[in-house]
T-cell receptor, first 116, second 113 residues
Framework: NAGVMQNPRHLVRRRGQEARLRCSPM?????VYWYRQLPEEGLKFMVY????????ESGMPKERFSAEFPKEGPSILRIQQVVRGDSAAYFC??????????????FGQGTRLTVV | KQEVTQIPAALSVPEGENLVLNCSFT??????LQWFRQDPGKGLTSLLL???SQREQTSGRLNASLDKSSGRSTLYIAASQPGDSATYLC????????????WGAGTKLIIKP
């Protein structure tokens, strides 16, 4: 049973381009969480998704950022028109039970986005 | 608003020493607290998870304690090894938003051979 898989591991984009980050949860997990880690800072919650539903996107910037978790395939975090301030490590976590059941989430290796 | 602080930000000790990493949080209303390890350029490895009803958890040379009322947790590493060098992060799961983890900025630990 593979863990949470994120790809790519490293992504370089020029300012103004789009970045797509993918997260495949652990087998049997239907709850996905995205976090962002800016340099020298702790992780910050971005969004919580279940299959085909966004449960809480209170941590997502209002513009340029979107997330989805379709019925089939990985969860996608999409950043449009990237700026240098978007450079960060983006981590995905998944869990088997709804978050309100206080279940443990398992983290992926992260995608390191560099905007040049 | 829950805030998590880790002090010191960096720590360097000789191999073989026992050491303690500190984590404090401002709101005691938490479900659990978790310690993670992050290696440079790599992902997060969960080390120990302590539920709010527990006082401590142990795994090998690691022992984590939780004093919820005072808003403190410590991670004790016995007989440190160079392979323990990494950044150690603590995160709490607040009761009022139980799917969001609130993270400290981490302690960067270097074990000198």
């Amino acid at each position: 049973n593979a863990g949470v898989m994120q790809n790519p591991r490293h992504l370089v984009r020029r300012r103004g381009q789009e970045a797509r980050l993918r997260c495949s949860p652990m087998k049997g997990h239907s709850h996905v969480y995205w976090y962002r880690q800016l340099p020298e800072e702790g992780l910050k919650f971005m969004v919580y998704l279940q299959k085909e539903n966004i449960i809480d996107e209170s941590g997502m910037p209002k513009e340029r950022f979107s997330a989805e978790f379709p019925k089939e395939g990985p969860s996608i975090l999409r950043i449009q028109q990237v700026v240098r301030g978007d450079s960060a490590a983006y981590f995905c976590a998944s869990s088997s039970l709804p978050a309100e059941m206080n279940t443990e989430a398992f983290f992926g290796q992260g995608t390191r986005l560099t905007v040049v | 608003k829950q805030e998590v602080t880790q002090i010191p930000a960096a720590l360097s000790v000789p191999e073989g020493e026992n050491l303690v990493l500190n984590c404090s949080f401002t709101d005691s209303a938490i479900y659990n607290l978790q310690w993670f390890r992050q290696d440079p350029g790599k992902g997060l490895t969960s080390l120990l998870l302590i539920q709010s009803s527990q006082r401590e958890q142990t795994s090998g040379r690691l022992n984590a304690s939780l004093d919820k009322s005072s808003g403190r947790s410590t991670l004790y590493i016995a007989a440190s090894q160079p392979g323990d060098s990494a950044t150690y992060l603590c995160a709490v799961r607040p009761e009022d938003s139980n799917y969001q983890l609130i993270w400290g900025a981490g302690t960067k630990l270097i074990i000198k051979p």
